[in-house]
């Protein structure tokens, strides 16, 4: 059974720092591309950043030079270090491995003064 699971997310002043995490089991993230999503209130799921299992990396235009996407295949876990927070930025954040459509349950963000 594969499972991803998020943890790290919580509420945070515009400015600072969240680093979320995403536990994978019953598969090997070392050899997948991951990805982070979020969905805002009644916005559309959108892509936040990808890894590539050669840990290339893309963002999105509005996360660009704020959020860091790593991997750490030896814990099986990904990564997403969110610096410079904006109340923009406030989301349910999803992990997502594509090969598969594996989702997990989504960890929420509040940027607020």
């Known amino acids: 059974q594969v499972q991803l699971v998020e943890s790290g997310g919580g509420l945070v002043q515009p400015g600072g720092s969240l680093r979320l995490s995403c536990a994978a089991s019953g598969i090997f993230i070392r050899i997948r591309d991951m990805g982070w999503y979020r969905q805002a209130p009644g916005k559309q799921r959108e892509l936040v950043a990808t890894i590539s299992r050669d840990n290339s990396a893309n963002y999105a235009d509005s996360v660009k030079g704020r959020f860091t996407i790593t991997r750490d295949n030896a814990k099986n876990t990904v990564y997403l270090q969110m610096d410079s927070l904006k109340p923009e930025d406030t989301a349910v954040y999803y992990c997502?491995?594509?090969?598969?459509?594996?989702w997990g349950q989504g960890t929420q963000v509040t940027v607020s003064a």
């Open positions: 997502n491995a594509p090969r598969g459509g594996y």
